[in-house]
């Protein structure tokens, strides 16, 4: 069984830049297209990012082009969302996804597993 744990999260300063970890245990992720999305508190889940399978393909949201970038490693298992020019409006709960190779974007019901969730605060 897939299994996804987030790392990384924490409290930053505007303008300054967090890298998740979204590292999967029990499957390999070479054959899922995986996600990042986010809930801030009142607010619905939003889709971030996304990558397919082999990095053939990647999604971005329009809030976050051109500051996130989202990047797989297949032999650490992991797919990372590196977070520059970070603003107060980026505070959210981060969840990564796991969903079929070429599901980017994807939809929360396209999801076959979920990690638990990191913080992520921006604020001075």
């Known amino acids: 069984q897939l299994q996804l744990v987030e790392s990384g999260g924490g409290l930053v300063q505007p303008g300054g830049s967090l890298r998740l970890s979204c590292a999967a245990s029990?499957?390999?992720?070479?054959?899922?297209?995986v996600g990042w999305f986010r809930q801030a508190p009142g607010k619905e889940r939003e889709g971030v990012s996304c990558?397919?399978?082999?990095?053939?393909?990647?999604y971005y949201a329009d809030s976050v082009k051109g500051r996130f970038t989202i990047s797989r490693d297949n032999a650490k298992n992991t797919v990372y969302l590196q977070m520059n020019s970070l603003k107060p409006e980026d505070t959210a709960v981060y969840s990564c996804?796991?969903?079929?190779?070429?599901?980017?974007?994807?939809?929360?019901?396209?999801?076959?597993?979920w990690g638990q969730g990191t913080q992520v605060t921006v604020s001075s």
């Open positions: 029990g499957v390999t992720l070479d054959y899922s297209a």
């Open positions: 990558i397919s399978i082999g990095g053939r393909s990647t």
């Open positions: 996804a796991a969903a079929p190779p070429f599901m980017c974007p994807m939809t929360p019901s396209s999801v076959r597993s």
